[in-house]
């Protein structure tokens, strides 16, 4: 049974710093894995789509990293700023087309 | 209207109440979703229609019952809801099961 994993549950730090999230996963035989993001209250923005068959996505200050051999993904945010506070989750579709979400990471970016 | 729209916002009803919610999806795609969000848990996948067609029901208690007339409406009937059904309801559509979903904004779905 796939199960998906997202920690730190919270993460704050300064304006301007660059950060990582993580994701890992159980099992490697995905189709894709989806970072979004969702503010408070709010539903959820579709930030990067990893195919299986990619190792990285790139938007703006935003870059995803796909391995599925250790069944990890990553989130880097460069030069965050406080608009970036939200709660970041990754989601995988397995092979058989079911969707499992992480928890999510709490972000905050201070002032 | 673009993407993915939800009526309504909010809704607070009682346990014996009837009420539905509503997901319309602008984007011309084939398949919809339904996700409960309660605090400090996973994103719970509810019901899956593509095509129109029910395709996946993660045992969902009866008292939620989803319909989808078509493509780009898709509902979520309640009855006799129980408090700990209270939570975030969110829709979802995409081209095909397996590729980007794209949500709307959320029914906050208080039970009293």
């Known amino acids: 049974k796939q199960e998906v994993t997202q920690i730190p549950a919270a993460l704050s730090v300064p304006e301007g710093e660059n950060l990582v999230l993580n994701c890992s996963f159980t099992?490697?035989?995905?189709?894709?894995l989806q970072w979004f993001r969702q503010d408070p209250g709010k539903g959820l923005t579709s930030l990067l789509l990893?195919?299986?068959?990619?190792r990285e996505q790139t938007s703006g200050r935003l870059n995803a990293s796909l391995d599925k051999s250790s069944g990890r993904s990553t989130l880097y945010i460069a030069a965050s700023q406080p608009g970036d506070s939200a709660t970041y989750l990754c989601?995988?579709?397995?092979?058989?087309?079911?969707?499992?979400f992480g928890k999510g990471t709490r972000l905050h970016i201070l002032p | 209207e673009t993407g993915v729209t939800q009526t309504p916002r909010h809704l607070v009803m009682g346990m014996t109440n009837k009420k539905s919610l509503k997901c319309e999806q602008h984007?011309?795609?084939?398949?919809m979703y339904w996700y409960k969000q309660s605090a400090k848990k996973p994103l719970e996948l509810m019901f899956v229609?593509?095509?129109?067609?029910?395709?996946e029901n993660n045992s969902v208690p009866s008292r939620f019952s989803p319909e989808c007339p078509n493509s780009s409406h898709l509902f979520l009937h309640l009855h006799t809801l129980q408090p700990e059904d209270s939570a975030l309801y969110l829709c979802?559509?995409?081209?095909?099961?397996?590729?980007?979903?794209?949500f709307g904004p959320g029914t906050r779905l208080t039970v009293t």
């Open positions: 979802a559509s995409s081209q095909g099961g397996s590729h980007e979903q794209y």
């Open positions: 099992d490697s035989a995905i189709y894709n």
């Open positions: 990893i195919q299986s068959s990619q």
């Open positions: 989601a995988v579709v397995n092979r058989d087309d079911k969707i499992i």
């Open positions: 984007l011309g795609h084939n398949a």
């Open positions: 229609y593509s095509l129109e067609e029910r395709v």
